[in-house]
């Protein structure tokens, strides 16, 4: 029975290591380590970004605005993990399904053509409101209703730590988590029919005169499209 038994398993074992194999190519990483191929910087802004350390890093420039690191590809519905260090003054995200505005999106003047934009997932220091999603260069300001309270914050984040982030968008709903702490489980159907589909984004956020510089830093960059 004993030998019947281990052989059962060892069999067991074989069957299900494939399958699980499976699952695991579904992932696809956005950062090699080394380079920033498949990335490209948005037209606005004027922030720069290296590979330092095995980790895409941004650092701020005086008098830019918004600056992004935007994804080749584009991307719908998706599980996206990610870890982040920033620094504890510097107010940061990462864009989902977003892109430049064209001709459609600005009024007859075409102020703000190319300025990237969509639902934003919030990277700042704590407590305050790390993770909540905002409609970054839209009419909707938070996405999130929390944030709307000015007196709501949290300390998922750890300040000058990496930060692991997990986002799954799926059709109009919208969960994040940090460090393993479900923050935002938003279902906004507006910002859906703008933007079902976008680019990833990395943000160095503009900062004020005679501040900075300030840095943050992405690695472990990965997506899994549903």
Request: aromatic share 10%.
């Amino acid at each position: 029975m004993l030998r019947f038994s281990i052989l059962s398993l060892t069999l067991l074992a074989l069957t299900v290591a494939p399958l699980t194999h499976a699952a695991d190519d579904k992932w696809v990483s956005l950062f090699d380590g080394k380079t920033l191929n498949g990335w490209k910087k948005a037209e606005h802004g004027k922030a720069t970004y290296e590979v330092k350390d095995g980790t895409i890093h941004g650092v701020t420039v005086e008098g830019s605005p918004n600056t992004f690191l935007a994804s080749e590809k584009e991307f719908g519905d998706f599980e996206l993990e990610f870890e982040v260090k920033v620094h504890d003054q510097l107010n940061s995200g990462v864009q989902i399904r977003s892109r430049g505005k064209t001709e459609a999106d600005v009024d007859a003047n075409k102020q703000g053509l190319g300025v990237f934009h969509g639902p934003q997932v919030e990277i700042e220091a704590g407590p305050g409101q790390a993770g909540y999603i905002y409609g970054e260069s839209t009419k909707y300001g938070w996405l999130s209703p929390e944030p709307k309270d000015e007196k709501h914050t949290h300390d998922f984040f750890k300040n000058g730590e990496w930060n692991q982030y997990r986002i799954v968008a799926k059709g109009a709903r919208i969960q994040t988590w940090i460090n393993g702490h479900m923050v935002a489980d938003l279902t906004h159907e507006e910002i859906y029919k703008t933007h079902p589909k976008g680019h990833i984004g990395l943000q160095v956020h503009g900062i004020g005169a005679g501040t900075g510089p300030f840095d943050v830093s992405w690695r472990n960059i990965r997506i899994r499209e549903l």
